[in-house]
């Protein structure tokens, strides 16, 4: 199957930045779109960012202005881009896509998830 693998994950202060990133790989044609979602503990999982291949970007309300979220096609990757962090930022970060294959026009997948802890 098509697998996502995030990394980058970790333990920052306050105030402190932070960079995920996310690969795809497996059998597909086309990446449509990919995107950063969370989930803080007790929480619900929420939207981080998306952006697809044409360009259409999209940020959560709680992120905006300080989060970018980036690709590189040749790699098959996407990133995230994390300043400014605060204590309620932590949380599990998932990489989600949506994928073009054989015998699927478009089928949304998602990574295992990468802690990001924000503590003073």
């Known amino acids: 199957q098509v697998q996502l693998v995030e990394s980058g994950g970790g333990l920052v202060q306050p105030g402190g930045s932070l960079r995920l990133s996310c690969v795809v790989s497996g059998s597909f044609t086309l990446i449509n779109r990919m995107g950063w979602y969370r989930q803080p503990p007790g929480g619900q999982r929420e939207l981080v960012a998306y952006l697809t291949t044409g360009g259409k970007i999209d940020y959560g309300n709680s992120v905006k202005g300080r989060f970018i979220i980036s690709r590189d096609h040749a790699k098959n990757a996407a990133y995230l881009q994390m300043n400014s962090l605060k204590p309620e930022d932590t949380a599990v970060y998932f990489c989600?896509?949506?994928?073009?294959?054989?015998?699927?026009?478009?089928?949304?997948?998602w990574g295992q998830g990468t802690l990001v802890t924000v503590k003073a």
């Open positions: 989600n896509a949506d994928v073009e294959s054989v015998g699927r026009y478009g089928y949304e997948y």
